[in-house]
């Protein structure tokens, strides 16, 4: 159990620190520091971590192996790539179900695992997961820092793609908060951002079955 | 090159299929995988169906039989040749097939069963095949069958390869192959074939090797091949070690007036000595290493992939080799090519038992496996 048997590959630094706490603190213990639950391994963008994917299910040393992967602008051919990255071991549903993806590889006796940010279905990234864990009482606040970010790209020239938005949102929030300016898996830590919200229970329990948690 | 080898009704192998196979192949795998069968399908394959090549492997492993009857006043040895087959079991529908493809697309193919013989037909086949070693494509076929009267079936060796006429060779009551009647079929072998053991090779029969070599180009790369192991080795020798002609190793070191025995240097020495011989031995065939690690230290394991693999291709020697030890598979990175994806010039292969399909690892993988912590064996 732990390192040597689950692994869970992340495309990015920041995913590598948030899911550890997002799962902490949504109540399953993550482990000391050389016994964790899981090894998490980043791999620096999508397709460095397909071609990861599909070499980690030759790991001898293995019986559980997660991905998690931002769906982006386009979750059908996000899904798509990462059925067809595996399919010489597995079948993998072409859609994945709103649960996530846990399915065995009967060949090499291994689960295997596929969450794709934010939900499964829709377009997004982690960040999108994260902005849904924003506590809701202070609508206003939310509303205003929406359009704060659209504003300041559409009309003063922040250099931000429209493509992360969601990123610059959450960035701007945080930096109204107090003590301004935390980092996202500090956030998490410090309850700014709540992982036991609904919207992320989903995914702690995708999380735990892949994982064979209790 | 082989390319991929398809192994059925072998050894531990109902099926076995290998891809992505290359001029130098590692095979992982737990103990009782099947590693070394695959190195003994490949010494057949190499020996073009030469059944020496069958009671080589069998004695090898001490898989003898029990000669009976007249063959036993030859003072002939036998070995068993049911252990080849899955489940140690022939019979009239039993055979084993090795099938290889090479790069070219070129295959080579055997099958070996063990036909009954026939009852009714029993003298005249006895005249023809028994008594009058005679050719068949271009070989000669073995002369002794011992008719058993007891119930026991007998049973013939039947050696063939599509487009070939079969061999046949005679085999005891008891499932018996006897040397002599391995050997009679006057093979040439269609390949040199070097393996080496896990208790590696006999001085007497390496001296043999190495004098071979001295004086030629091949001779500096060999002592090269052994600094890497003990730095301060200057040249080495045979020279007979006992009244009896058998040859061992002295080794001169650097700064030492007198010579020492290989011996006194340790595994690691001798075990490089014997891969850097059969390489050169194995020129154009091919190289077999029961667990090549044996005796190097680790710190030597990436040297030593480096020697072998800069040699085979120097000499167009295709090399298999086994392992358990992870130093061994990682130090496999220092010859390969983190860009290779698909079948390269290097490959490693787990083996795994009961499993149809061998796991190949790219080179890219191989080249990452510290990277990814992935564990190949």
């Given at each position: 159990?732990?390192?040597?048997?689950?692994l869970l590959l992340v495309e990015g630094?920041?995913d590598?620190?948030?899911?550890?706490?997002?799962?902490?603190?949504?109540?399953?213990?993550?482990?000391?520091?050389?016994?964790?639950?899981?090894?998490?391994h980043e791999t620096d963008g999508y397709e460095k971590l397909a071609g990861q994917f599909k070499s980690q299910l030759k790991n001898?040393?293995?019986?559980?192996i997660g991905v998690v992967v931002d769906a982006n602008?386009d979750p059908?051919s996000r899904g798509r790539s990462l059925a067809a990255t595996v399919a010489a071991e597995c079948?993998l549903?072409q859609?994945p179900?709103?649960?996530?993806v846990?399915?065995?590889?009967?060949?090499?006796?291994?689960?295997l695992g596929v969450w794709m940010m934010?939900?499964?279905?829709?377009?997004?990234?982690?960040?999108?997961?994260?902005?849904?864990?924003?506590?809701?009482?202070?609508?206003?606040?939310?509303?205003?820092?929406?359009?704060?970010?659209?504003?300041?790209?559409?009309?003063?020239?922040?250099?931000?793609?429209?493509?992360?938005?969601?990123?610059?949102?959450?960035?701007?929030?945080?930096?109204?908060?107090?003590?301004?300016?935390?980092?996202?898996?500090?956030?998490?830590?410090?309850?700014?951002?709540?992982?036991?919200?609904?919207?992320?229970?989903?995914?702690?329990?995708?999380?735990?079955?892949?994982?064979?948690?209790? | 090159?082989?390319?991929?080898?398809?192994?059925?009704?072998?050894?531990?192998?109902?099926?076995?299929?290998?891809?992505?196979?290359?001029?130098?192949?590692?095979?992982?795998?737990?103990?009782?995988?099947?590693?070394?069968?695959?190195?003994?399908?490949?010494?057949?394959?190499?020996?073009?169906?030469?059944?020496?090549?069958?009671?080589?492997?069998?004695?090898?492993?001490?898989?003898?039989?029990?000669?009976?009857?007249?063959?036993?006043?030859?003072?002939?040895?036998?070995?068993?040749?049911?252990?080849?087959?899955?489940?140690?079991?022939?019979?009239?529908?039993?055979?084993?097939?090795?099938?290889?493809?090479?790069?070219?697309?070129?295959?080579?193919?055997?099958?070996?069963?063990?036909?009954?013989?026939?009852?009714?037909?029993?003298?005249?086949?006895?005249?023809?095949?028994?008594?009058?070693?005679?050719?068949?494509?271009?070989?000669?076929?073995?002369?002794?069958?011992?008719?058993?009267?007891?119930?026991?079936?007998?049973?013939?060796?039947?050696?063939?390869?599509?487009?070939?006429?079969?061999?046949?060779?005679?085999?005891?009551?008891?499932?018996?192959?006897?040397?002599?009647?391995?050997?009679?079929?006057?093979?040439?072998?269609?390949?040199?074939?070097?393996?080496?053991?896990?208790?590696?090779?006999?001085?007497?029969?390496?001296?043999?090797?190495?004098?071979?070599?001295?004086?030629?180009?091949?001779?500096?790369?060999?002592?090269?091949?052994?600094?890497?192991?003990?730095?301060?080795?200057?040249?080495?020798?045979?020279?007979?070690?006992?009244?009896?002609?058998?040859?061992?190793?002295?080794?001169?070191?650097?700064?030492?007036?007198?010579?020492?025995?290989?011996?006194?240097?340790?595994?690691?020495?001798?075990?490089?000595?014997?891969?850097?011989?059969?390489?050169?031995?194995?020129?154009?065939?091919?190289?077999?290493?029961?667990?090549?690690?044996?005796?190097?230290?680790?710190?030597?394991?990436?040297?030593?992939?480096?020697?072998?693999?800069?040699?085979?291709?120097?000499?167009?020697?295709?090399?298999?080799?086994?392992?358990?030890?992870?130093?061994?598979?990682?130090?496999?990175?220092?010859?390969?090519?983190?860009?290779?994806r698909?079948?390269?010039?290097?490959?490693?292969?787990?083996?795994?038992?009961?499993?149809?399909?061998?796991?190949?690892?790219s080179?890219e993988e191989?080249?990452r496996?510290?990277e990814w912590?992935i564990?190949?064996?």
């Amino acid at each position: 159990m732990g390192l040597r048997d689950n692994l869970l590959l992340v495309e990015g630094k920041d995913d590598q620190r948030i899911v550890p706490q997002l799962v902490e603190s949504a109540g399953v213990p993550w482990g000391p520091r050389g016994d964790e639950i899981v090894r998490i391994h980043e791999t620096d963008g999508y397709e460095k971590l397909a071609g990861q994917f599909k070499s980690q299910l030759k790991n001898a040393g293995l019986l559980r192996i997660g991905v998690v992967v931002d769906a982006n602008t386009d979750p059908a051919s996000r899904g798509r790539s990462l059925a067809a990255t595996v399919a010489a071991e597995c079948a993998l549903p072409q859609t994945p179900p709103p649960e996530g993806v846990v399915v065995p590889v009967t060949r090499s006796s291994k689960r295997l695992g596929v969450w794709m940010m934010p939900n499964n279905a829709s377009r997004g990234m982690m960040e999108t997961f994260l902005n849904a864990l924003r506590p809701a009482a202070n609508a206003s606040l939310l509303a205003h820092v929406e359009s704060a970010v659209d504003v300041a790209r559409q009309t003063h020239g922040a250099a931000f793609s429209a493509y992360h938005r969601d990123k610059a949102i959450i960035h701007t929030w945080l930096a109204w908060q107090d003590p301004p300016g935390r980092q996202l898996h500090d956030a998490i830590k410090q309850a700014m951002l709540n992982a036991s919200h609904p919207y992320a229970a989903p995914f702690i329990a995708w999380f735990k079955a892949l994982y064979e948690l209790p | 090159m082989i390319r991929e080898l398809k192994i059925e009704n072998f050894r531990a192998f109902r099926e076995l299929h290998l891809t992505g196979l290359g001029r130098v192949n590692l095979l992982v795998g737990e103990n009782n995988s099947g590693k070394t069968s695959v190195l003994e399908a490949i010494a057949f394959l190499a020996s073009g169906g030469d059944p020496t090549a069958l009671y080589t492997s069998l004695s090898r492993r001490g898989e003898q039989a029990i000669v009976e009857g007249p063959a036993r006043e030859s003072g002939d040895d036998a070995v068993d040749v049911r252990h080849l087959f899955f489940g140690r079991r022939i019979g009239d529908d039993t055979a084993l097939r090795i099938h290889a493809l090479d790069a070219s697309g070129a295959t080579v193919d055997f099958h070996l069963s063990t036909p009954r013989v026939p009852d009714d037909g029993l003298p005249d086949w006895r005249d023809a095949i028994a008594q009058r070693p005679r050719r068949r494509a271009g070989r000669i076929v073995s002369r002794v069958i011992e008719i058993d009267r007891s119930d026991r079936v007998p049973r013939y060796l039947r050696i063939g390869s599509p487009g070939t006429e079969a061999i046949d060779v005679a085999l005891l009551p008891n499932g018996g192959l006897t040397s002599d009647n391995a050997t009679l079929t006057g093979f040439d072998l269609e390949k040199p074939v070097a393996f080496v053991t896990t208790s590696g090779i006999g001085d007497d029969e390496l001296a043999g090797f190495y004098e071979k070599i001295v004086v030629t180009s091949e001779e500096q790369n060999v002592v090269a091949a052994l600094k890497e192991v003990e730095s301060s080795i200057a040249r080495i020798a045979t020279r007979a070690v006992d009244p009896f002609d058998h040859r061992g190793f002295v080794v001169g070191l650097e700064g030492a007036s007198e010579p020492v025995p290989l011996g006194s240097l340790g595994d690691g020495v001798h075990r490089m000595l014997a891969i850097a011989l059969s390489l050169v031995t194995a020129r154009g065939g091919y190289l077999l290493v029961d667990e090549i690690d044996t005796g190097l230290h680790h710190t030597v394991m990436r040297k030593m992939w480096k020697l072998v693999y800069e040699t085979a291709k120097r000499l167009d020697v295709s090399v298999f080799a086994t392992t358990h030890s992870y130093d061994c598979v990682h130090a496999l990175a220092a010859i390969t090519r983190p860009d290779v994806r698909t079948a390269g010039d290097v490959s490693l292969i787990r083996v795994e038992r009961g499993k149809a399909e061998g796991i190949p690892f790219s080179e890219e993988e191989i080249s990452r496996l510290d990277e990814w912590q992935i564990e190949a064996r």
